[in-house]
């Protein structure tokens, strides 16, 4: 699986950005898909994910903030992210996995990663 960010920009805080991940492969609607972020001098976190049923899980951060869905027909998770804060600011990650060993949190459950693409909310 290969994996494509983008969406990312500058935007004033309060604003919006919707972030796409578009995958390779057959069997995207099996993947669970996730959205990490790393801001400099930081480790990466996570900030959402959405199994192949359809459920999400987000990090606190984000939570009624932000909204992952995946659309299966477009092999695309989304990350659609309003209200946005200068804290925001980071470079956000697309990853997929193929199984679930474990928490949607852990960035090394992950096994596929895309390139990234930078966000930054000026205040």
């Known amino acids: 699986v290969q994996l494509q960010a983008f969406g990312g920009g500058l935007v004033q805080a309060g604003g919006s950005l919707r972030l796409s991940c578009a995958a390779s492969?057959?069997?995207?609607?099996?993947?669970?898909m996730a959205w990490f972020r790393q801001a400099p001098g930081k480790a990466r976190d996570f900030v959402a994910a959405?199994?192949?049923?359809?459920?999400?899980s987000y990090a606190d951060s984000g939570k009624g903030r932000f909204t992952i869905s995946r659309d299966n027909a477009k092999n695309t998770a989304y990350l659609q992210m309003n209200s946005l804060k200068p804290e925001d600011t980071a470079v956000y990650y697309c990853?997929?996995?193929?199984?679930?060993?474990?928490?949607?949190?852990?960035?090394?459950?992950?096994?596929?990663w895309g390139q990234g693409t930078q966000v930054t909310v000026s205040s």
């Open positions: 990853a997929a996995r193929s199984y679930n060993p474990g928490s949607d949190y852990i960035a090394g459950t992950y096994g596929y």
């Open positions: 492969g057959r069997s995207f609607s099996s993947y669970t």
């Open positions: 959405i199994r192949s049923g359809g459920v999400t």
